[in-house]
């Protein structure tokens, strides 16, 4: 029998996603890490890796297919020695219906389900190469968990049993001890619709990545407890010697940013204050050693936001460099899961569209993120108790209450004031 080719969940928001481009034909041989299609995510355009080895047989989905359902079949595969034309008339899977067919398709009646086979603890789902390796390693396959598709045992399932040693009986496995998490349910969107009838309107369907920002910014708002801090940070300082050392970078093609300044300032704080260094984890608190700094980025029709990874431990220049890599490949969707998913603090800055401050969302499991305002020209008291004029940033640090209290959030905006308004500091 043929093995199905199942449309993949790249991310762990994954719902459905568009098959943008098939790389290989029916009729190719394909073994285990060849990309054979590129699959449209609800985050970026990924490349997906078969798992098996074989010949494509029937493509289910043609590409360019939208809205196709996280573990829809969209090819079969057929093993060494199988002949697709002598293929029974029942093994053919029909392609999942797309978006708009869905859309105007009348529904059918419920065909009647089939009742549960009994469990054959004999019966274990593998694929050939698989088998042959498990022959040669001497290893039992009724002891090895799958991870390809529908719990098929891979290739990668048995080279990983092979490397590890064996988990005794009584050891529970993740998959037992870790709940579903559930979607959050979708409001009718007829009400809404029908309060605008008659007026001039254009329906914008959502994609992939607009109802994923929906759902984890209402979950976010609906059960992180946020409170807000707020300060005023004096910039002349760390203006001055941005451009001296923009000055002196210039030769090596460097120009460090603000934003570079913040990052750095961020991660640096997060190790002074290493108790707000946290994430939530449902039913207990992680706290991290390094410090791992996520950066929002606006793209077209949402936004990344790429992670820092070690960012205490990078120069200026290093993380002005990743920073601008990253922001540019977030714009085209290239960015791989690893490198937007993690980190315990992020960071949102709205100053270079004039907006002077403003309170953001925390994205979980982030334990804060920062606001970061425009600097603008203000009269101060100076030391002197004498009006003087300076550029002043106001910044808000939206906190997750479960993770930090609130002397302690105090704690983490001071030393972020503190290496901002002394950045000559950073560089120690």
Known sequence: MP???????LSPTMEDGTLAKWLVAEGDTIRAGDVIAEIE?????MEFEAVDEGTLGTILVPEGSA???????????????????AMPAEAVVAPAPSVAAKAVSTPAAPA??????????ARVFASPLARRLATEQGLDLAQIAGSGPRGRIV????????????????????AATTAPQKAPPRPDAAPVAALYEGRAHTEIPLDG??????????????TIPHFYLRRDIRLDALLAFRTQLNAQLAPRGVKLSINDFIIKACALALQQVPAANAVWAGDRILQLAPSDVAVAVAIE???????????????????????????????????APQEYQGGSFAISNLGMFGIENFDAVINPPHGAILAVGAGVRKPVVGADDQITVATVMSVTLSVDHRVIDGALGAQLLQAIVDNLEAPMAMLA
């Open 41 to 45: 995510t609800d985050k970026a355009t």
């Open 301 to 335: 029709g949402g936004l990344f936001t790429p992670v820092l990874r070690d960012a205490h431990q990078k120069t200026l220049s290093a993380l002005s460099a990743e920073m601008k890599d990253l922001a540019t490949r977030a714009r085209d969707r290239k960015l």
């Open 112 to 121: 009647p389900v089939p009742p549960a086979p009994a469990p054959d603890s």
């Open 155 to 174: 290739k990668a399932d048995v080279e990983a049993a092979a490397a590890r040693p064996p988990v005794r009986a009584d050891e529970p496995t993740p």
């Open 67 to 85: 809205g196709v359902a996280v573990n829809t079949p969209i090819a079969l595969l057929f093993a060494e020695g199988e002949d697709p034309e």
């Open 209 to 222: 990545m607009r109802r994923t920002i929906a759902a984890r910014l209402t979950e976010a708002k609906q």
């Open 3 to 9: 093995t199905e080719i199942l449309m993949p969940a």
